[in-house]
C-alpha cells in the first residue's frame, strides 16, 4: 500500500497536479475556518443563499424543493412503527434504504433554503423543530438499519459505498451547527459507519487498486469524504481525499496505467468506465458535474487551490463533450446501458450544461468567454426548451439566467461547423457538419460490445457492431432516437449493423435474474464479480482492428467484425455448461466520412455457421401521423417508390412532416429491401424499471438480405444527409465517388470533388490503391490540394504497430509541415512516408508534401 501511495505522490507530481494541494498542513485554526468556509459553501450551492433565492428565476426551484420536503414530512407522519416513511419499508432492500436517506437530505435542504420574504416565504427555512426532527430520523436508521455492520452490505455494492453516503454526508453539512448542538457525538458515529462500509477500499479508506474506486465513483467517493473531514475538521482526511480525487485529471496513459485503471479521459477526447465501456454521457457527466461541484465548495477554503484544474475540465468539455452533444442532445454511443432510460438525450445535456454553467463561474478571461457562449449556443440550438428548474443548485439557475441575459456574449459552438472526431480510444467517431452528424460505435479486444447491468438495457447485443446514428439539423431526436428508437427498432435491425438472422433471449430470459449466478463456479459468477462483468454485463470483442484516422475535418474508420470474449471462452471450454454465448457473423467495414456522403464498404459478409445473415443500410424512426415515403431510381433507369424489394441505384427516405430526409446511393449492392412497419412496443422491453408503456412509430428500415449458405459478399453504399432528389441523380454513375478496392484486405474510395483518397489496409503485406501503396494494417487520408500541396495522414487502427509506412507513387515530394515522428524520403517511384506510431494509441499523424 505504502509502495502504491509513493507511485501516487510521483505520478501526481510529474503531471503538475500535486501542487494542487498545499505542501505545508494548515494550522488548527486555519483548518477549522476551511473547514467552516467548505461547509458554508456546500450549504450556498445546494441550498442557494438569500440573494440567489430572492431572483424570479429560482421560484420554480424552491417551490420544488419545498413540495418535495413537505411531501416527505407527510410521509413520516403516516408511518408505521417500523417505518420512517410510510410506505417503503426496511431490512432488505438497499434501494429503499438509500431513498430513506434521500428524503432525509431533501427535508434538510429545505430548512436550508432562504426564501423570499412575504408571502412566499417557507416555514420550514432555519425550522429547528424539522431540523431536528430529520436528525433523529438519522439516529433511528443508524440505530436499525445502517449501524449494524453484519446486518448490512446487501444488495448493491453502489448503495452502500456511494449513495447512501452522499446523502448522510450533505445532510450533516446541511445541519452541522444542529447536529453538534443536538447530537454531538452523531456525526463521528456516522463517519465510523462510512468508513466502515467502505468495503472495496482499505482500512475505511480509498484503494486506488479496486475496479470499484475508479472514475465518477472515485470523485463520488472522495468527495463525501472531504465532507466528512469539514465536518470532523479532519485535514488529514481532506487532503487524503483530495490527493485521491486528483487522480481522476489525469489523463490515462494505455501503455503505463496507473494501478492499472482504465477509466478515465484520454488524449483523444475518449471516456472510459467499467474499464472498457465509452461512457462520456452517463458516468463521464457525472464524473464532471462532481469535480465542478468539488472545485466550487472548495472555493476559499485553503484546502486545494482549485483554479489550477479549470483549465483541463474545460478540455474535457471542449474535446470530450462538445463533440458528442448535437443540438442540445447526447448521442447514443456514449451512454452505455442508459441507452435503455426514459430520461436521456436532451436530459443528459442539461445536466452538462449546469455543469458548465458553474464551471464559467470558475474559469477567467477567454476560457470563461468561450464556456458562457457554449451555454447560449446549446440553449439556442436545442428544439426543446431547457428547464433550470432541474438544476441543482439554486446559485446555478442564477448564474445560467445572467449568461443568457448577457448581450455581450455571443452564442459560440465549441465544435467548428465541421470537424470529424476519432475517439479511437473508445471505439466510437463522431463526423460533424452543418446539417447533420453522424456516430459510429465500433468495439474491439479493448472496448467493449454494448453493456447491460441491472435489467437495463436488455437487448444490446449488436451496439457496438457497427451501429450508427445520423442526427439532423432542426430536428426533436426524440421522435428519431432515445428510447423509443431502442424500442420500436429491431435489435438485430440496428442502422448499421451486420447480423446473423437468430432469435437471442435477454439475460433475465435467460436465467431468471438479472445477471447469470453460479458461485460455486471456479470463475465466481456473482453479481458484481468481474466474471460477471466480462461474460455478462460487458463483454469486449475479440478483433483487435478497430480505428481510423482524421485529416482536418475528414474521417476514416475501420473495423473487423468479432465474436465477442464469451463466445471464445464458451467454445474453449472455458464457460458453464448453462452459460448461453452467441456467434456473431463475419464482415470487414470502413466508413469513409467526407462532406456531404457517408460512404460505407463491407466485405466479408457473412457467416461461418452457414446462417442467412441481414446488413441493415439504415433504420429510422418517426411519429405515426408523420408523412414518410421512399422513392428511387432503378438500375434500369425506372423509377420506383417503396416498401418492397428492389434493385436500386438510389433511395430517398423522406418524412416531409419534420421536412428531413436521407439519401442512399447503392454502389455495389444486390437488391435491398425496404420497409416501413408501424411498431408498437412497450418501453419495459429495453428495461424492466421502464414504466410499461406502449411506444408507437414508423419504423423505416433499409436491409440487404444473404441467404443461408451463402459465399460472403462485398457490399457499398453511401448515406447521403438531408438529400434532394435533384442531388441524388448526381450520382448516376457514381458522382465524385470511386471504389478503388473492398476486399477483407484493402477498402479504399476517392472523392474526385475533394480530392480525397481514403484507405484501410486489414492485413500484413501491401497494399496497392489509389497511387498508394502501404505497408500493413492501416487507416490513410490523402488529401490533394491545389498549389502542388498533398497532406497525408496516417493512424495505427490496431495500436500494437511501431511505424506504418505509405508510399505515395508519383513525382517526388518534399516535406512542408509534419507531426513528430513522420520521416519523409524520396525513393524510386514516389515519396516513401514512414510515420512512427509506437505508443500512439490510435492518433492520426500528419505531413504536408508539395511536389
Given at each position: 500500500?505504502?509502495?502504491?501511495?509513493?507511485?501516487?505522490?510521483?505520478?501526481?507530481?510529474?503531471?503538475?497536479?500535486?501542487?494542487?494541494?498545499?505542501?505545508?498542513?494548515?494550522?488548527?485554526?486555519?483548518?477549522?475556518?476551511?473547514?467552516?468556509?467548505?461547509?458554508?459553501?456546500?450549504?450556498?450551492?445546494?441550498?442557494?443563499?438569500?440573494?440567489?433565492?430572492?431572483?424570479?428565476?429560482?421560484?420554480?426551484?424552491?417551490?420544488?424543493?419545498?413540495?418535495?420536503?413537505?411531501?416527505?414530512?407527510?410521509?413520516?407522519?403516516?408511518?408505521?412503527?417500523?417505518?420512517?416513511?410510510?410506505?417503503?419499508?426496511?431490512?432488505?432492500?438497499?434501494?429503499?434504504?438509500?431513498?430513506?436517506?434521500?428524503?432525509?437530505?431533501?427535508?434538510?435542504?429545505?430548512?436550508?433554503?432562504?426564501?423570499?420574504?412575504?408571502?412566499?416565504?417557507?416555514?420550514?427555512?432555519?425550522?429547528?423543530?424539522v431540523q431536528r426532527r430529520v436528525i433523529?430520523?438519522?439516529?433511528?436508521?443508524?440505530?436499525?438499519?445502517?449501524?449494524?455492520?453484519?446486518?448490512?452490505?446487501?444488495?448493491?455494492?453502489?448503495?452502500?459505498?456511494?449513495?447512501?453516503?452522499?446523502?448522510?454526508?450533505?445532510?450533516?453539512?446541511?445541519?452541522?451547527?444542529?447536529?453538534?448542538?443536538?447530537?454531538?457525538?452523531?456525526?463521528?458515529?456516522?463517519?465510523?459507519?462510512?468508513?466502515?462500509?467502505?468495503?472495496?477500499?482499505?482500512?475505511?479508506?480509498?484503494?486506488?487498486?479496486?475496479?470499484?474506486?475508479?472514475?465518477?465513483?472515485?470523485?463520488?467517493?472522495?468527495?463525501?469524504?472531504?465532507?466528512?473531514?469539514?465536518?470532523?475538521?479532519?485535514?488529514?482526511?481532506?487532503?487524503?481525499?483530495?490527493?485521491?480525487?486528483?487522480?481522476?485529471?489525469?489523463?490515462?496513459?494505455?501503455?503505463?496505467?496507473?494501478?492499472?485503471?482504465?477509466?478515465?479521459?484520454?488524449?483523444?477526447?475518449?471516456?472510459?468506465?467499467?474499464?472498457?465501456?465509452?461512457?462520456?454521457?452517463?458516468?463521464?457527466?457525472?464524473?464532471?458535474?462532481?469535480?465542478?461541484?468539488?472545485?466550487?465548495?472548495?472555493?476559499?477554503?485553503?484546502?486545494?487551490?482549485?483554479?489550477?484544474?479549470?483549465?483541463?475540465?474545460?478540455?474535457?468539455?471542449?474535446?470530450?463533450?462538445?463533440?458528442?452533444?448535437?443540438?442540445?442532445?447526447?448521442?447514443?454511443?456514449?451512454?452505455?446501458?442508459?441507452?435503455?432510460?426514459?430520461?436521456?438525450?436532451?436530459?443528459?445535456?442539461?445536466?452538462?450544461?449546469?455543469?458548465?454553467?458553474?464551471?464559467?463561474?470558475?474559469?477567467?478571461?477567454?476560457?470563461?468567454?468561450?464556456?458562457?457562449?457554449?451555454?447560449?449556443?446549446?440553449?439556442a440550438t436545442t428544439p426543446t426548451a431547457?428547464?433550470?428548474?432541474?438544476?441543482?443548485?439554486?446559485?446555478?439557475?442564477?448564474?445560467?439566467?445572467?449568461?443568457?441575459?448577457?448581450?455581450?456574449?455571443?452564442?459560440?459552438?465549441?465544435?467548428?461547423?465541421?470537424?470529424?472526431?476519432?475517439?479511437?480510444?473508445?471505439?466510437?467517431?463522431?463526423?460533424?457538419?452543418?446539417?447533420?452528424?453522424?456516430?459510429?460505435?465500433?468495439?474491439?479486444?479493448?472496448?467493449?460490445?454494448?453493456?447491460?447491468?441491472?435489467?437495463?438495457?436488455?437487448?444490446?447485443?449488436?451496439?457496438?457492431?457497427?451501429?450508427?446514428?445520423?442526427?439532423?439539423?432542426?430536428?426533436?431526436?426524440?421522435?428519431?432516437?432515445?428510447?423509443?428508437?431502442?424500442?420500436?427498432?429491431?435489435?438485430?435491425?440496428?442502422?448499421?449493423?451486420?447480423?446473423?438472422?437468430?432469435?437471442?433471449?435477454?439475460?433475465?430470459?435467460?436465467?431468471?435474474?438479472?445477471?447469470?449466478?453460479?458461485?460455486?463456479?471456479?470463475?465466481?459468477?456473482?453479481?458484481?464479480?468481474?466474471?460477471?462483468?466480462?461474460?455478462?454485463?460487458?463483454?469486449?470483442?475479440?478483433?483487435?482492428?478497430?480505428?481510423?484516422?482524421?485529416?482536418?475535418?475528414?474521417?476514416?474508420?475501420?473495423?473487423?467484425?468479432?465474436?465477442?470474449?464469451?463466445?471464445?471462452?464458451?467454445?474453449?471450454?472455458?464457460?458453464?455448461?448453462?452459460?448461453?454465448?452467441?456467434?456473431?457473423?463475419?464482415?470487414?467495414?470502413?466508413?469513409?466520412?467526407?462532406?456531404?456522403?457517408?460512404?460505407?464498404?463491407?466485405?466479408?459478409?457473412?457467416?461461418?455457421?452457414?446462417?442467412?445473415?441481414?446488413t441493415t443500410v439504415d433504420a429510422r424512426?418517426?411519429?405515426?401521423?408523420?408523412?414518410?415515403?421512399?422513392?428511387?431510381?432503378?438500375?434500369?433507369?425506372?423509377?420506383?417508390?417503396?416498401?418492397?424489394?428492389?434493385?436500386?441505384?438510389?433511395?430517398?427516405?423522406?418524412?416531409?412532416?419534420?421536412?428531413?430526409?436521407?439519401?442512399?446511393?447503392?454502389?455495389?449492392?444486390?437488391?435491398?429491401?425496404?420497409?416501413?412497419?408501424?411498431?408498437?412496443?412497450?418501453?419495459?422491453?429495453?428495461?424492466?424499471?421502464?414504466?410499461?408503456?406502449?411506444?408507437?412509430?414508423?419504423?423505416?428500415?433499409?436491409?440487404?438480405?444473404?441467404?443461408?449458405?451463402?459465399?460472403?459478399?462485398?457490399?457499398?453504399?453511401?448515406?447521403?444527409?438531408?438529400?434532394?432528389?435533384?442531388?441524388?441523380?448526381?450520382?448516376?454513375?457514381?458522382?465524385?465517388?470511386?471504389?478503388?478496392?473492398?476486399?477483407?484486405?484493402?477498402?479504399?474510395?476517392?472523392?474526385?470533388?475533394?480530392?480525397?483518397?481514403?484507405?484501410?489496409?486489414?492485413?500484413?503485406?501491401?497494399?496497392?490503391?489509389?497511387?498508394?501503396?502501404?505497408?500493413?494494417?492501416?487507416?490513410?487520408?490523402?488529401?490533394?490540394?491545389?498549389?502542388?500541396?498533398?497532406?497525408?495522414?496516417?493512424?495505427?487502427?490496431?495500436?500494437?504497430?511501431?511505424?506504418?509506412?505509405?508510399?505515395?507513387?508519383?513525382?517526388?515530394?518534399?516535406?512542408?509541415?509534419?507531426?513528430?515522428?513522420?520521416?519523409?524520403?524520396?525513393?524510386?517511384?514516389?515519396?516513401?512516408?514512414?510515420?512512427?506510431?509506437?505508443?500512439?494509441?490510435?492518433?492520426?499523424?500528419?505531413?504536408?508534401?508539395?511536389?
Open positions: 500500500m505504502e509502495i502504491s501511495r509513493r507511485r501516487l505522490l510521483s505520478t501526481l507530481a510529474a503531471t503538475g497536479l500535486l501542487s494542487v494541494i498545499p505542501s505545508q498542513r494548515a494550522s488548527a485554526a486555519d483548518v477549522a475556518a476551511g473547514s467552516a468556509r467548505l461547509l458554508a459553501n456546500t450549504v450556498a450551492f445546494f441550498a442557494g443563499t438569500a440573494a440567489s433565492n430572492s431572483r424570479p428565476e429560482t421560484a420554480d426551484k424552491l417551490a420544488t424543493v419545498d413540495k418535495t420536503a413537505r411531501t416527505n414530512l407527510t410521509a413520516m407522519d403516516n408511518a408505521a412503527e417500523d417505518e420512517l416513511f410510510a410506505g417503503l419499508p426496511l431490512g432488505t432492500n438497499e434501494a429503499n434504504l438509500n431513498t430513506a436517506f434521500r428524503r432525509l437530505y431533501e427535508i434538510a435542504l429545505a430548512t436550508r433554503t432562504p426564501a423570499p420574504s412575504g408571502d412566499t416565504a417557507s416555514d420550514l427555512f432555519e425550522n429547528t423543530v433523529d430520523g438519522l439516529v433511528w436508521l443508524h440505530e436499525r438499519y445502517y449501524g449494524d455492520q453484519s446486518q448490512g452490505y446487501y444488495g448493491n455494492w453502489y448503495h452502500w459505498e456511494i449513495g447512501i453516503s452522499q446523502h448522510i454526508s450533505k445532510t450533516l453539512a446541511l445541519l452541522s451547527d444542529q447536529v453538534r448542538a443536538y447530537r454531538p457525538a452523531l456525526i463521528r458515529t456516522y463517519v465510523t459507519s462510512m468508513d466502515a462500509y467502505l468495503r472495496n477500499g482499505i482500512d475505511g479508506d480509498v484503494d486506488l487498486d479496486s475496479r470499484f474506486h475508479t472514475g465518477a465513483n472515485l470523485a463520488d467517493i472522495t468527495t463525501n469524504r472531504i465532507l466528512q473531514g469539514a465536518l470532523l475538521d479532519d485535514d488529514l482526511r481532506i487532503r487524503k481525499a483530495l490527493t485521491d480525487q486528483l487522480t481522476v485529471f489525469v489523463t490515462i496513459d494505455p501503455y503505463h496505467l496507473n494501478h492499472g485503471v482504465t477509466d478515465g479521459h484520454y488524449a483523444d477526447g475518449s471516456f472510459l468506465q467499467h474499464s472498457s465501456v465509452a461512457y462520456t454521457g452517463s458516468y463521464g457527466k457525472g464524473l464532471l458535474t462532481r469535480v465542478v461541484q468539488t472545485l466550487t465548495i472548495l472555493d476559499g477554503t485553503g484546502f486545494a487551490h482549485g483554479a489550477e484544474l479549470v483549465p483541463t475540465v474545460r478540455g474535457w468539455v471542449r474535446d470530450g463533450f462538445a463533440p458528442l452533444i448535437f443540438e442540445g442532445w447526447m448521442m447514443e454511443i456514449v451512454k452505455g446501458r442508459a441507452v435503455s432510460r426514459t430520461t436521456t438525450g436532451y436530459a443528459d445535456v442539461a445536466v452538462i450544461v449546469e455543469a458548465v454553467v458553474d464551471l464559467s463561474s470558475l474559469a477567467t478571461g477567454t476560457d470563461a468567454t468561450a464556456l458562457k457562449g457554449y451555454v447560449k449556443h446549446l440553449r431547457l428547464d433550470p428548474a432541474r438544476f441543482v443548485s439554486p446559485v446555478s439557475i442564477v448564474r445560467y439566467a445572467d449568461i443568457i441575459g448577457d448581450a455581450s456574449i455571443p452564442p459560440a459552438d465549441l465544435n467548428p461547423a465541421a470537424r470529424s472526431v476519432a475517439f479511437n480510444a473508445m471505439d466510437k467517431a463522431v463526423h460533424r457538419r452543418p446539417g447533420y452528424a453522424f456516430a459510429l460505435a465500433r468495439s474491439s479486444e479493448r472496448i467493449s460490445k454494448y453493456e447491460y447491468m441491472n435489467g437495463e438495457n436488455l437487448m444490446p447485443w449488436f451496439q457496438g457492431d457497427g451501429a450508427h446514428y445520423l442526427y439532423l439539423s432542426g430536428q426533436d431526436q426524440t421522435r428519431s432516437y432515445g428510447v423509443d428508437y431502442f424500442t420500436t427498432v429491431s435489435p438485430y435491425g440496428l442502422a448499421g449493423v451486420t447480423a446473423p438472422v437468430q432469435q437471442r433471449r435477454t439475460i433475465p430470459e435467460l436465467y431468471g435474474k438479472p445477471y447469470y449466478d453460479n458461485p460455486g463456479h471456479p470463475l465466481n459468477f456473482t453479481p458484481s464479480s468481474e466474471s460477471q462483468n466480462t461474460y455478462v454485463y460487458f463483454p469486449r470483442g475479440t478483433n483487435r482492428h478497430s480505428g481510423g484516422a482524421v485529416l482536418g475535418a475528414y474521417g476514416t474508420a475501420a473495423m473487423v467484425l468479432s465474436d465477442d470474449v464469451p463466445y471464445r471462452d464458451k467454445e474453449s471450454g472455458l464457460l458453464p455448461d448453462d452459460f448461453v454465448a452467441y456467434r456473431n457473423a463475419t464482415a470487414t467495414k470502413s466508413w469513409f466520412l467526407f462532406d456531404d456522403e457517408i460512404v460505407v464498404l463491407a466485405a466479408g459478409v457473412g457467416d461461418l455457421a452457414g446462417r442467412p445473415v441481414t424512426t418517426a411519429a405515426p401521423d408523420d408523412h414518410i415515403s421512399a422513392t428511387g431510381l432503378l438500375r434500369d433507369g425506372g423509377p420506383w417508390t417503396g416498401p418492397g424489394t428492389a434493385d436500386l441505384h438510389y433511395l430517398r427516405y423522406a418524412n416531409t412532416t419534420q421536412r428531413a430526409a436521407v439519401g442512399y446511393v447503392f454502389l455495389d449492392t444486390p437488391q435491398v429491401r425496404v420497409a416501413l412497419d408501424e411498431v408498437t412496443r412497450s418501453r419495459r422491453a429495453v428495461r424492466t424499471a421502464n414504466p410499461d408503456t406502449p411506444v408507437t412509430r414508423n419504423v423505416f428500415s433499409l436491409t440487404i438480405d444473404q441467404p443461408a449458405e451463402a459465399q460472403p459478399s462485398h457490399l457499398a453504399y453511401a448515406l447521403i444527409p438531408n438529400a434532394t432528389e435533384p442531388a441524388l441523380r448526381s450520382y448516376r454513375h457514381g458522382g465524385p465517388l470511386k471504389i478503388l478496392s473492398n476486399t477483407p484486405r484493402l477498402q479504399a474510395a476517392a472523392h474526385t470533388g475533394l480530392g480525397l483518397t481514403a484507405a484501410n489496409t486489414f492485413t500484413p503485406g501491401r497494399h496497392e490503391a489509389g497511387g498508394l501503396r502501404i505497408e500493413g494494417p492501416a487507416s490513410v487520408l490523402v488529401h490533394r490540394r491545389r498549389r502542388g500541396l498533398t497532406t497525408v495522414a496516417v493512424s495505427d487502427p490496431t495500436m500494437h504497430r511501431d511505424s506504418v509506412s505509405v508510399l505515395i507513387r508519383g513525382r517526388s515530394l518534399r516535406k512542408v509541415t509534419s507531426d513528430d515522428g513522420v520521416r519523409v524520403t524520396p525513393t524510386h517511384g514516389g515519396t516513401r512516408l514512414d510515420f512512427n506510431t509506437h505508443h500512439a494509441y490510435g492518433r492520426s499523424l500528419t505531413v504536408t508534401l508539395r511536389g
